[in-house]
């Protein structure tokens, strides 16, 4: 089992920033693909970012140069900088975890982006 806790949401102003972290904990070991997804109100949960244990990334067009996912393995955490944001961006975000073919999900934390 894997347990995720994320930290960092709020309220910022369009054009703003926000950090993003995530710290996993439990079966650690056996965690491959982590990252980062949203879901808004009335939308679908969609990908952001998504990093290896290797340190390959992989982003939504959407927020394509704008957001940085990064990775401590030691430490089992994951980070997104969320840079130039957006109202669109307004979102609850997960983090993500695979481990041994399973998914897992922290409980998310809003980000709101006001215009």
């Known amino acids: 089992q894997v347990q995720l806790v994320e930290s960092g949401g709020g309220l910022v102003q369009a054009g703003g920033s926000l950090r993003l972290s995530c710290a996993a904990s439990?079966?650690?070991?056996?965690?491959?693909?982590m990252g980062w997804y949203r879901q808004a109100p009335g939308k679908q949960r969609e990908l952001v970012a998504i990093?290896?244990?290797?340190?390959?990334?992989n982003y939504a067009d959407s927020v394509k140069g704008r957001f940085t996912i990064s990775r401590d393995n030691p430490k089992m955490t994951v980070s997104l900088q969320m840079n130039s944001l957006k109202p669109e961006d307004t979102a609850v975000y997960l983090c993500?975890?695979?481990?041994?073919?399973?998914?897992?999900w922290g409980q998310g934390t809003q980000v709101t982006v006001s215009s």
């Open positions: 993500y975890a695979a481990s041994w073919s399973r998914g897992y």
């Open positions: 990093i290896t244990s290797g340190g390959s990334t």
């Open positions: 439990g079966s650690i070991f056996s965690i491959s693909n």
